[in-house]
Structures are given as structure tokens and as C-alpha cells.
């Protein structure tokens, strides 16, 4: 997981503070570090440390930061991945000049490709694929830096979403399957690139267009120029966008998250209704499912679980210590509404278990009568490493356990998912998404389980 984000400023803009409250925007897909680079006259400036945006940037270091391109990054880590050292945009000097990278993905031959690399003198500092892209990159460059690129794409497999910035341009690439999204923003006349099209709204940027997948954006002197692969490759969207890692108000290959979200929802209470007096959602990324749970169900909606809204996300928190002990502190109980009540709690997923059992046992504690548990999503059966920090197959429950174990083990009174056709439907229709950690069919070759 992580979230990227580049300008290419022509209009004398302090650039970092405009990155600065694009990563905000983005904090969403990362907690563990946020780092910004920066042009300045070709030389490449950076400071990228482990926290969240605003404990990483204090005033001073985004004075310092100035240039007329930059790139930032915010970064979900995992195991031992955690560490300053593993810190995006990548920075490196290299015969040709200097190169930044920030990477939004997971690459499946990356172990392989970095042995034979090692195997040729190469020396890595981190442990992160973005070193591999870069190193790759800059073996491949002769004369001409996009062409590199294109080198080094044929190379890499898996999933990839990349802002890179030399001394002259910004780039942005998009994998053949269209698997992390990327997009295209215009601030006045300089052009932006995002993860998500929230960022254009909180910079006050205009959305121009997603980048296509197997697409290579160049940025100079403000022109834009597409390359785009001469092959065909079937758009695999993660499907987890749409449930939980992308922000509700971003609109991702033309469909908008918020709608997707409450269609979903109201499909969901279709194919799993409940008798219920009102219906509260597992803030907040179960409340737009809930709000068209409740519209299709014409059960009320009214809160249960009012959240701390300082507190990060727990399905991204890299221990399940940290996430037990996130849930403890992130929500608490409406005893006022859910008292003698039955309730459905609508999520967005259940991959561990563990939240879903102690967010149930909350309100039964605080006199919840019935918690029939709706999750729009199906269940996640299948490993991921396409960028996706779900556990090893053994620890993901739907995989180990049926339904009603499922239920047993979380507490509640009914469990029901949404069926992959029904998600489906509710983000238009259309497959052209990747569904491997439901049904095993990923888009390129995986070792899994």
C-alpha cells in the first residue's frame, strides 16, 4: 500500500506545501512514513522520515524543500520493511545524473531480479522493489531516460503505479493491468499526477484524466506526452479500491467510489436481509455500504459506533498488537442507540477476524439485542502480493472457516456476505477488476496460498 503524488510546477509555486497537502490527502493509503523530492536546479533535495505527513514536515523542512518538480509518497510497511531506510520517493545518483521514485505496488519478480542484480555487483540499502525499479533504470540508461524506463518495464512483473522525477521531467507509469490507480491533475498550467483524484480536490486541482494501464506519462516544460504499450492487456482494477483502500470521494477509471460503495450497499440488503431496528455501519469505511444497506432495506440508519477520528486505520497497522489495541482506542459504543436494539453492522470486509469480534462484543456489552453482521465484500479466501498487505493464507478466517464458524467466532447473531456478481454489479457492472483474493483468478502469474 501507499499513496504518490508529483507536480511539475511552471508557475513559481512552493511546490512542497502543495505536496505536503496532496500526502493529507492520501494518508489514507499509508501511516508508516511519508517522504516529498524535490528539483532544485538539478540538484535533488529530499527528507522522508517514519509518522504521518504532518509529524514528518514540520514548517522548516518544507521551507527548505523548493524546486520546480517534486514527487511525494506515503508508505505502508510491513515486517520488516518498517524503517526510515525503507522511506519513499527513493533517491539515487548514478552516472547519468539523478533519479526519484516513489512506487505504489508490489512487484512479483522482484526477489528474482535483485538476486541476478546483487549476482552482478549491484548494492542495495533497502529492501524495498522501488531499489530494484531504479537500479534497473539506471543500468538501462544509455541516451535516453524514457526509453530506460520502457527497458525496465518489460522486466518488472506485478502491480505498479510509479511517479519518477529527473532533473527535467516528471513521469508517471501505470502497469499493463491497470491494478493501482493513477491519474492526471492541472493546477493552472502545471500538470499534477495522484494516486487518487481526492488529492486534486484538496490542492484545488482539476481532474483531467486517469492514466491508462500499460501507460507511460512524460511531463516537460509543462507538455505532456503519452506512450502508451503496444500490447493488449485486460484493465484488472484491485477490487479492493473500491472497498476499502481508496477514499470515498475519489473517482478511480471513471466510476466514482461513493456510488460504487452505496450501490453495493443496497445490493448487499437484497441478497442478505435481516429483521432489524436499525441499521449502523463500522466507521467509516462500512458507511457508505450502510447508508444503502438501510435505503434498499428501508431499515433506519442511525449511528452505534462513534469513531475517534484521530486514530488511523487498523486493517493497515503492520501487527495485529497494534491493531487489537487500535480498535480499543478508535471506537466506542452509542449506548443511547443501540441499547435493547437489533442491529445490522455493515463493513467492508473481514479478513483477520479479530476486529469484527471485538467491535461485536462492544455492543452486545452495551445492550445490543441482536448484531447481524453484513459485509460488502465477499469473503477473502486468497493470499495477495499485488500490494495488498493481507496475511498468510492460514490467518485469513473465511479461508480456514466456514460461515457459521465465521459467526460463532465473531459473536454475532447472522453473518452474511455480498456475492462477488452482486459487488461487481454495484461498481458498474463490468469485470474488469482484479478478484484474486476472492476467487483465486489474479491477472498475472502468482505464487499464493
Same mark, same amino acid.
Given at each position: &500500500?501507499? @499513496?504518490?503524488?508529483?507536480?511539475?510546477?511552471? +508557475?513559481?509555486r512552493n511546490i512542497s506545501k502543495i505536496l505536503y497537502y496532496g500526502l493529507y490527502a492520501l494518508q489514507h493509503r499509508g501511516q508508516e512514513s511519508a517522504g516529498i523530492a524535490v528539483n532544485n536546479n538539478g540538484f535533488i533535495d529530499y527528507h522522508k522520515e517514519l509518522g504521518l505527513t504532518h509529524e514528518v514536515f514540520p514548517e522548516e523542512v518544507l521551507n527548505r524543500l523548493r524546486g520546480n518538480i517534486g514527487i511525494g509518497h506515503v508508505r505502508l510497511g510491513a515486517g520488516d520493511k518498517i524503517s526510515s531506510v525503507n522511506a519513499q520517493p527513493l533517491v539515487v545518483g548514478y552516472k547519468k545524473g539523478a533519479l526519484a521514485l516513489a512506487h505504489n505496488g508490489n512487484l512479483i519478480n522482484s526477489a528474482e531480479l535483485r538476486e541476478k542484480l546483487e549476482d552482478e555487483g549491484t548494492i542495495f540499502s533497502t529492501n524495498i522493489d522501488s531499489e530494484v525499479i531504479a537500479n534497473l533504470i539506471a543500468r538501462f540508461h544509455k541516451d535516453d531516460i524514457e526509453e530506460a524506463i520502457l527497458d525496465t518495464l518489460r522486466i518488472i512483473k506485478g502491480s505498479y503505479a510509479l511517479v519518477l522525477m529527473t532533473v527535467d521531467r516528471l513521469i508517471g507509469v501505470r502497469d499493463p493491468h491497470g491494478i493501482r490507480p493513477l491519474c492526471i491533475g492541472k493546477l493552472g498550467e502545471d500538470y499534477i499526477l495522484s494516486s487518487e483524484s481526492c488529492a486534486f480536490d484538496t490542492i484545488g486541482a482539476e481532474f483531467v484524466r486517469d492514466v491508462e494501464p500499460g501507460e507511460m506519462v512524460v511531463i516537460k516544460d509543462n507538455n505532456i506526452k503519452s506512450i502508451?504499450?503496444?500490447?493488449?492487456?485486460? =484493465?484488472?482494477?484491485?477490487?479492493?479500491e473500491f *472497498?476499502?483502500?481508496a477514499r470515498p470521494d475519489s473517482k478511480i477509471d471513471g466510476m466514482s467510489v461513493y456510488l460504487s460503495r452505496r450501490e453495493a450497499g443496497k445490493i448487499l440488503a437484497r441478497e442478505c436481509p435481516a429483521e432489524a431496528d436499525i441499521v449502523i455501519s463500522a466507521p467509516d469505511s462500512g458507511t457508505v455500504a450502510a447508508i444503502g444497506y438501510a435505503e434498499a432495506s428501508g431499515i433506519p440508519y442511525d449511528e452505534g459506533l462513534i469513531k475517534n477520528k484521530y486514530i488511523g486505520r487498523t486493517f493497515i497497522e503492520s501487527t495485529q498488537e497494534m491493531r487489537e489495541q487500535g480498535?480499543?482506542?478508535?471506537?466506542?459504543?452509542?449506548?443511547?442507540?443501540?441499547e435493547g436494539k437489533r442491529l445490522v453492522l455493515v463493513?467492508?470486509?473481514?479478513?483477520?477476524?479479530?476486529? &469484527?469480534?471485538? *467491535?461485536? =462484543? &462492544?455492543?452486545?456489552?452495551?445492550?445490543?439485542? +441482536?448484531?447481524?453482521? =453484513?459485509?460488502?465484500?465477499?469473503?477473502?479466501?486468497?493470499?495477495?502480493?499485488?500490494?495488498?498487505?493481507?496475511?498468510?493464507?492460514?490467518?485469513?478466517?473465511?479461508? +480456514? /472457516?466456514?460461515?457459521e464458524e465465521v459467526r460463532e467466532y465473531i459473536g454475532a447473531d447472522s453473518l452474511c456476505y455480498i456475492s462477488l456478481e452482486g459487488l461487481? /454489479? @454495484?461498481? !458498474? !457492472?463490468?469485470?474488469?477488476?482484479?478478484?484474486?483474493?476472492?476467487? /483465486? /483468478?489474479?491477472?498475472?502469474?502468482?505464487?499464493?496460498?
Open positions: &500500500m501507499g @499513496g504518490i503524488i508529483g507536480i511539475y510546477d511552471v +508557475e513559481n502508451k504499450s503496444k500490447n493488449k492487456y485486460n =484493465r484488472k482494477l484491485c477490487l479492493f *472497498i476499502y483502500f480498535v480499543k482506542i478508535k471506537l466506542n459504543v452509542l449506548r443511547e442507540n443501540v463493513d467492508d470486509s473481514i479478513v483477520r477476524g479479530t476486529t &469484527m469480534s471485538r *467491535i461485536v =462484543r &462492544m455492543l452486545k456489552n452495551a445492550g445490543a439485542k +441482536e448484531v447481524h453482521v =453484513r459485509i460488502c465484500s465477499p469473503a477473502v479466501l486468497h493470499t495477495c502480493n499485488l500490494g495488498m498487505d493481507t496475511p498468510k493464507k492460514q490467518n485469513l478466517i473465511a479461508s +480456514e /472457516k466456514t460461515i461487481i /454489479k @454495484g461498481a !458498474g !457492472g463490468e469485470n474488469v477488476f482484479c478478484t484474486g483474493c476472492f476467487d /483465486k /483468478k489474479y491477472p498475472t502469474e502468482l505464487n499464493i496460498d
